[in-house]
């Protein structure tokens, strides 16, 4: 099974969640912005914050790029201050492309800049949890 990490990050805690991810599964992280290919991905991860209560147009634009023939399925990653917003219009992109987003996403308090030191232990156990049990629901 074929995992890819990409991730958007303004102020580096999605960047610093997807390094520890990355070491994880032993899998690469790529940034969005240097836009990314993606070839017959079975899972790929989406890490980012929320931005003005909405996902990055950066991140919006890519997913616009992603069908089913090079993504097969998804699961969302996402900071936010409040750390219950979720990345909805990036949810509609991918499910309207046909690519099965994972009912299951994993958001986080990420504070503001670098307030709050996010993501914490707290943060990166709870994620490593996420993306363990997303990969035995598989
Ligand atoms: C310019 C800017 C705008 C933000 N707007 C919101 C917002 O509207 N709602 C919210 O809950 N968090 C907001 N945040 C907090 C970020 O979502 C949070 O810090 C997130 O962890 C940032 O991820 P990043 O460091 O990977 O960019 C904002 C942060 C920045 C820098």
């Known amino acids: 099974m074929k995992i890819s990490i990409i991730y958007y990050s303004m102020t580096g ?43 990055s147009p950066v991140l919006i634009e890519y997913v ?18 409040s750390g219950i917003t979720k990345p909805i219009k990036v949810r509609e992109i991918l499910e309207n492309n046909g690519i099965k987003v994972l009912k299951d996403e994993f958001l986080y308090a990420g504070g503001f800049m670098f307030f709050g030191g996010h993501p914490n232990k707290n943060d990166i156990m709870n994620a490593t949890n996420f993306v363990k049990e ?5």
Do not use: W
Request: hydrophobic content about 35%; cysteine-free; aromatic content about 4%.
């Open 134 to 138: 997303t990969l035995k629901s598989l």
């Open 13 to 55: 805690h999605s960047k610093k969640m997807a390094n520890t991810i990355s070491k994880e599964l032993s899998v690469s992280s790529e940034n969005i912005k240097t836009n990314p290919k993606l070839e017959d991905v079975d899972l790929l991860f989406i890490i980012s914050g929320i931005y003005s209560d909405k996902s």
């Open 64 to 81: 616009k790029g992603l069908t089913k023939r090079n993504v097969k399925k998804v699961a969302l990653i996402t900071s936010s201050g």
